[in-house]
Structure formats: C-alpha cells, structure tokens
C-alpha cells in the first residue's frame, strides 16, 4: 500500500489547469437577455431570488467534509462549481476520493484539453457502454483554474495498480492513499493519466485550493454508433 510519506512532496504552480462540466450547469442566467450590464443584471436577480426557491436550496453536505470548508461568494466566480465538485459524490468514490467527499479533478501541462477530453469520454463511453447504445451528444465546457500549492507526486508510477485503466482495481488503493495524504494535512496529488499516455493530472482536496476559475472551450462529444466518439470544438 502507498502512504503519503512514500510520496515526494512538490511546489506545483499553473493557471489554466482544464476541468470539463457538463454546459447543462453553465447556463445563462435566466434574467440576463432583460439587463444591459452586470450590475442590472445583479439587480435582477436579487429581485428574482425574493420569491425563488433557489435562494434556499443548500449543497448535500457529505459527512466527510465540513460545512466550513465550503466557499462564498466572495471567492468569486466558480465558487459554487467548486463547492459542487465536493457535496457530490458518487456511492463509489471516484479515483481519489471516497463517497464521503468530493474533490476537484483537473488536467495540466501540454495538451491539458485533450487529456481533459480522454477523461470524460472515457467515463461517458463506460456508461453508454452499460446501456448497449452508443447513440449520445453532450457538451462541455472548461473551467480554467490556476493553483499555486504544495502537491504529494505519484510521478513515475505508471504500471501500477494506483493508476489502473480499472475503476475496481485502481479506486479502492487510490482512495486510501487520498485519505491518508488528507489526514497528514496534504493538498492532493499530480498524477499520470490513466485514459491518456504522456497526459498529466490534479486532485485538489480542499476547496481553497481552486483558484481564478473562468471559461474556457466548448467542446460536444458525440457518438453514433461507435465507442469513440467525435469530439468538436464549437
């Protein structure tokens, strides 16, 4: 098993890290085509939330993070995507994160978009994969991040199971590793891709560690009938 003290620990510095999301969450504001400028627009909107639910609704809190951690407004724009990529959680964790807390998975360095692109597609191909039909269109855009922290580096370790193609094999090592950087007060790790040969990546473990979020391309992923699917800027 790889413990955090096995790890180097390195100064990682970028600021235009690449994580895709679905533009289902990136809409519009839906006063927006009524305001000339943003302050009209703010206006708008908090006349709006008088009356709307959605001013209430609050993130799903997992038991493995603390409310305190979660980030407002006054970090800026992405805030709520940041805090989205911690409160959701799937019930089998994902690579290097349990179901008990989320994490902000990004890619880095040369061609970070294509290794972002190999990520999500991979995972999207999975799942149409589950249901017999490869017949999909689905867009995404990048949230560009920058990051000035210290990082545990799995370098080098290519071939091992921590960095298995297989979720059953690789998640179960990854997310133990994941618990022990965070319990020795680790920020996360850079790791090679495992969907993409020479690609690089990032999982941030703290929320405050999310920098200047802002959009990047658009990309839609589509498949018809086949497991690979094209990928279009657009």
Sequence with gaps: MIRAEDLDQ???TDP????????????????????DDEDD????????????????????????????????????YGWTYINAAFCYTRATGNRFNGPER??????YGEDAALTAQAEVSWHLTRELEATGVFENL?????????FTTRLHDL?????????????????????????????????GLIY??????????????RPHLVQNVRQGDTWTFTWRGEATPEI???
Excluded: K
């Excluded at 989320?102 to 890619?107: D, I, L, P, R, V």
């Excluded at 090679?192 to 473990?205: I, M, Q, T, Y």
């Design 10 to 12: 390195v100064d990682f």
């Design 16 to 35: 235009t890290t690449i994580r895709l999301i679905s533009t289902a969450y990136i809409d519009e504001p839906a006063m927006a085509p009524l305001a």
């Design 41 to 76: 627009l703010a206006i708008l909107e908090e006349i709006e939330g008088l009356t709307s639910a959605r001013r209430t609704v609050t993130l799903p809190v997992p038991g493995g993070l603390d409310p305190a951690e979660l980030l407002t407004a006054a970090a800026g």
């Design 102 to 107: 989320g994490a902000w998975y990004a890619s």
């Design 138 to 146: 689905t867009a995404y855009r990048e949230l560009l991040a920058g």
């Design 155 to 187: 370098a080098g370790r290519e071939g091992e199971e921590i960095l298995s193609s297989e979720p059953r094999i690789a998640y179960p090592i990854g997310q133990r590793l994941a618990q022990d950087v965070l319990g020795s007060g680790g920020n």
């Design 192 to 205: 090679p891709s495992a969907r993409r040969d020479g690609g690089r990546c990032l999982v941030a473990f």
């Design 232 to 234: 279009t800027r657009t």
